[in-house]
């Protein structure tokens, strides 16, 4: 179990929880990905994911374009960058 990536992980679901909840599509597309994450770091799932991985492309071009909530934005480039790590490491296991 990674577990400063899975508390990494839920402290992005936090922040993008209200959005979700407000029907902001991207975020909740997001949320799915950290989803599949949490339970690939915490070891709850062996499966390889569903797709790509976005949350880059949507950091990007959804928080960073117009320049708010730039930690979030930092928080899932640094996920998704551990998870390709995790995901080469288990492929070499």
Not at 5 to 29: V, W, Y
Request: glycine share 4%; net charge negative.
């Amino acid at each position: 179990m990674n577990e400063y990536l899975a508390q990494s992980i839920e402290s992005a679901q936090r922040t993008l929880d209200h959005f979700a909840k407000a029907g902001f599509e991207p975020a909740q597309i997001i949320e799915r990905q950290l989803m599949w994450c949490w339970k690939r770091a915490v070891g709850l799932t062996t499966e390889n994911m569903p797709g790509p991985l976005s949350l880059t492309y949507f950091a990007k071009d959804l928080f960073e374009k117009y320049g708010d909530y730039p930690l979030l934005s930092h928080q899932l480039r640094s996920i998704e960058a551990q998870m390709a790590d995790l995901m080469l490491l288990k492929r070499a296991a």
